[in-house]
């Protein structure tokens, strides 16, 4: 599958099942780290609605730090993670089917169903997001269709089975969120070497960044902010993501432009207009024309025109003479062909009331020229007769 970069990249399989109710979870992801576990189990619980007594999964490294005299020692993380659950993390023995079929039955029938070979002749999943559509519907499948050996539909046993289950916290655990980040001075953040934008008003903030497939998820605690930010809102404070990015490689950093609504430009990424204020009663004279005439001077500003107070001046006075709609419209064509010489206004202004505008509007620049060409000295220096 396609990576940040455009290379392809592994993806994994999350799996997890309810032992009563055989309500089974698949989830997509990039790796196998800690934060992405805690990540997995937390979505996990939130879908099935509850947390049972005792999860039981396999020796990986995040789980088990090692096995002392054939007892496996529990990662602290780990046990810290299922105290705020109120469940108990248990692995299960080295190659033994009865403590670890349930999980490989799960496994094996999703990479089955979802798993691209050249038996099911499955094409290739185009995007992390496609991939977790496919889950999605795997899930719903296998969730919502006659168990083959309880005799019932799994979505309904689990009804029954969410009696049993303790209630979840209201947050996750923050191992969950991932990796915490500082906010710089900048407004920005840097994970894998790569600086990411977050909104205005939490410089100085601790933040919580994780991978979420092929996107980087931003989490911040509003109420430990000394401010509420303006963007969030009247709601209530607390865990919140706050900003979300596709992943990026080193040196190309993704900044969201709404990030930094003073920045001059808009946040699609287009220049963001100067703000006109008049100053004086000829500005406010010359502005009152139209919109022909801001778009001038904004234009004419931006070129680097000269005497723009004085061309402004004898445009109030062309507008007092031939109408200010007819030289709001040659200000205006004016600003779209980048004409802001000494008698451009006046030339427009007349071309236009003879009657002969309406045609596209030809912006003057070096690629066209009225100097004479060359071509009438391609035989100077040769000998009458002879070819050049």
């Not at 020796?59 to 090692?66: G, W």
């Not at 909104?199 to 931003?218: N, S, T």
Request: proline letters at 8%.
């Amino acid at each position: 599958m396609p990576g940040p970069d455009g290379s392809l990249r592994e993806t994994l399989l999350f799996c997890a099942w309810l032992a009563w109710s055989r309500f089974r979870v698949v989830l997509p992801t990039w790796d196998r780290t800690l934060p992405t576990l805690i990540a997995c189990l937390d979505a996990t619980l939130r879908r099935i609605g509850g947390a049972p007594v005792y999860a039981l999964t396999d020796n990986e490294k995040t789980v088990t730090v090692e096995h002392v005299a054939g007892v496996p020692v529990r990662h602290p993380e780990i046990v810290a993670v299922g105290r705020h659950y109120g469940m108990t993390v248990h692995t299960c023995v080295p190659y033994d089917p009865e403590s670890k079929g349930g999980s490989e039955s799960t496994v094996k029938i999703a990479k089955a169903d979802l798993v691209p070979t050249e038996v099911n002749l499955r094409e290739a999943y185009g995007s992390f997001a496609e991939l977790a559509r496919a889950c999605g519907q795997f899930c719903d499948m296998v969730n919502g269709r006659v168990h083959r050996e309880t005799c019932a539909v799994p979505a309904q046993r689990l009804e029954i089975e969410r009696a049993r289950l303790h209630r979840l916290p209201d947050a996750p655990h923050t191992a969950a969120l991932g990796t915490t980040r500082v906010v710089n001075t900048g407004q920005a953040i840097r994970f894998g070497n790569v600086r990411y934008s977050t909104p205005p008003g939490l410089v100085g903030a601790e933040v919580w960044v994780r991978a979420d497939g092929d996107e980087l998820v931003v989490v911040a605690d509003l109420a430990a902010l000394p401010l509420r930010p303006v963007w969030a809102g009247d709601g209530p404070l607390g865990l919140a993501e706050v900003a979300r990015h596709a992943l990026s490689t080193p040196g190309n950093p993704r900044i969201g432009l709404a990030h930094y609504p003073g920045h001059p430009q808009q946040p699609d990424g287009s220049p963001r207009a100067p703000r006109i204020r008049p100053a004086t009663a000829a500005e406010a004279a010359f502005l009152a024309i139209g919109d022909g005439a801001r778009a001038w001077l904004v234009e004419a500003a931006a070129a680097g025109a000269t005497r723009i107070r004085a061309k402004m001046a004898e445009a109030v006075e062309l507008a007092s003479l031939a109408g200010t709609a007819a030289v709001d419209a040659a200000l205006g064509t004016a600003a779209l062909a980048g004409r802001f010489g000494d008698g451009d206004l006046l030339s427009i202004a007349g071309y236009q009331a003879a009657g002969r505008a309406g045609g596209p509007v030809t912006v003057a620049d070096e690629a066209y020229s009225a100097q004479p060409g060359t071509a009438a000295w391609a035989g100077f220096g040769t000998a009458p007769g002879t070819a050049p």
